[in-house]
């Protein structure tokens, strides 16, 4: 039966060995747990930066299409106008008519000027989605480093524990017949 006694503190020093271990391993797998879903993030954030910087480009170019159609429609309407002006029999080039002419021109190009601002005030505003966008991608990245290392602090602090209890547990005591071993 004396014998007993040591078998049981060598399966509690393996337990214990086995438990900084499993530490170790379980802290490694909490940093690398940590980078992942920081990439993860990473990539969601830069998707969303493109997606908002398309949209932006989209915006760019319905302004551009739709300064056309204005265009357009304002030619038709001063078409308009002068058929209906020589269809009364005024001439062209002169006093009032010329005046409505110039007005009409003038309102169709504030029209145009007015949908292209519009049109970039929008694509501005994807443009910034987009950088707000990849700011939080770099932040994921930066977050998942700095839990990646609060994982692996953490878990060696762990394991500083567990080695020193084992070192207490296990190393040798001072006798009283020899008060200077340790």
């Known amino acids: 039966m004396a014998f007993i006694a040591p078998i049981v503190g060598i399966i509690g020093a393996v337990t214990s060995v086995a438990g900084v ?10 940093a ?5 879903n920081a990439k993860a993030q990473q990539q969601a954030f830069e998707y969303n930066a493109a997606v908002a910087r398309n949209n932006a480009t989209a915006a760019e170019q319905q302004a551009a299409a739709d300064a056309e ?13 002068r058929a209906a002006a020589a269809g009364l029999g005024l001439l062209a080039g002169g006093g009032s008519f010329e005046d409505v002419q110039y007005d009409s021109l003038l309102q169709g190009e504030l029209d145009v000027m007015n949908r292209q601002y519009q049109g970039e005030i929008e694509a501005n505003r994807f443009r910034n989605e987009a950088q707000l966008q990849s700011f939080y991608g770099q932040t994921a990245i930066s977050r998942g480093r700095s839990e990646a290392t609060g994982a692996l602090l953490g878990g060696a602090s762990q394991i500083v524990g567990q080695v020193g209890e084992l070192a207490n547990r296990y190393a040798p005591t001072p006798s009283r017949s020899n008060p200077g071993f340790i």
């Open 21 to 30: 271990g499993l530490t170790a391993i379980g802290m490694v797998t909490q």
């Open 69 to 81: 159609k204005i265009r357009r429609r304002n030619r038709l309407t001063m078409g308009k106008q």
């Open 32 to 36: 690398q747990a940590a980078q992942q």
